[in-house]
T-cell receptor, first 111, second 112 residues
Framework: AQRVTQPEKLLSVFKGAPVELKCNYSYSGSPELFWYVQYSRQRLQLLLRHISRESIKGFTADLNKGETSFHLKKPFAQEEDSAMYYCALTGSGGSNYKLTFGKGTLLTVNP | NAGVTQTPKFQVLKTGQSMTLQCAQDMNHNSMYWYRQDPGMGLRLIYYSASEGTTDKGEVPNGYNVSRLNKREFSLRLESAAPSQTSVYFC???????????FGDGTRLSIL
């Protein structure tokens, strides 16, 4: 069974402070990990995926297979980063297209 | 290019009423999905359709039925709505070789 755990329901930081949103996963095979973001009353949108090794809006995430983690980081948080963030997992290869989501972390960046 | 379109955006039902949520995508994607989003629960998969002509249960299928009408459209039906089905429903689609899914704007459903 695949599972995604986001231990923090709420995270509050001040503008300019570093931010780290934690994500741990459980999966028996080789996973693909994603971060999705949902701004207030907007549709869910893909922020980044581990296979791309990209930085989007200043956010990065590294897959750590040893610790089964995929934490999302940004060195200097901005007020516009306030949103709900979801970590998600799917299996690589084969026909497993289903995403398993974590319960989400609501990030608030205070001025 | 509209992407994934859901209708309606809002709906209020009485317990026991039936309702069909519509979803259409214009990206020629093979796979389509229905999720529900509840506070503190994240997104949970209700049903999915890996390709046209096939449907499968997800994590929380009870009380729902789906129809993959054609490659573009994937509808979700509540036969007898219950207050526990009050939620925001998201439709999503993806291509065969593309893991990330494109989401619609959601349908906010309240059942009294």
């Amino acid at each position: 069974a695949q599972r995604v755990t986001q231990p923090e329901k709420l995270l509050s930081v001040f503008k300019g402070a570093p931010v780290e949103l934690k994500c741990n996963y459980s999966y028996s095979g080789s996973p693909e990990l994603f971060w999705y973001v949902q701004y207030s009353r907007q549709r869910l949108q893909l922020l980044l995926r581990h296979i791309s090794r990209e930085s989007i809006k200043g956010f990065t995430a590294d897959l750590n297979k040893g610790e089964t983690s995929f934490h999302l980081k940004k060195p200097f948080a901005q007020e516009e980063d306030s949103a709900m963030y979801y970590c998600a997992l799917t299996g690589s290869g084969g026909s497993n297209y289903k995403l398993t989501f974590g319960k989400g972390t609501l990030l608030t960046v205070n001025p | 290019n509209a992407g994934v379109t859901q209708t309606p955006k809002f709906q209020v039902l009485k317990t026991g009423q039936s309702m069909t949520l519509q979803c259409a995508q214009d990206m020629n994607h093979n796979s389509m999905y229905w999720y529900r989003q509840d506070p503190g629960m994240g997104l949970r998969l209700i049903y999915y359709s890996a390709s046209e002509g096939t449907t499968d249960k997800g994590e929380v299928p009870n009380g729902y039925n789906v129809s993959r009408l054609n490659k573009r459209e994937f509808s979700l039906r509540l036969e007898s709505a219950a207050p526990s089905q009050t939620s925001v429903y998201f439709c999503a689609s993806s291509d065969s070789g593309e893991r990330p899914q494109h989401f619609g704007d959601g349908t906010r459903l309240s059942i009294l």
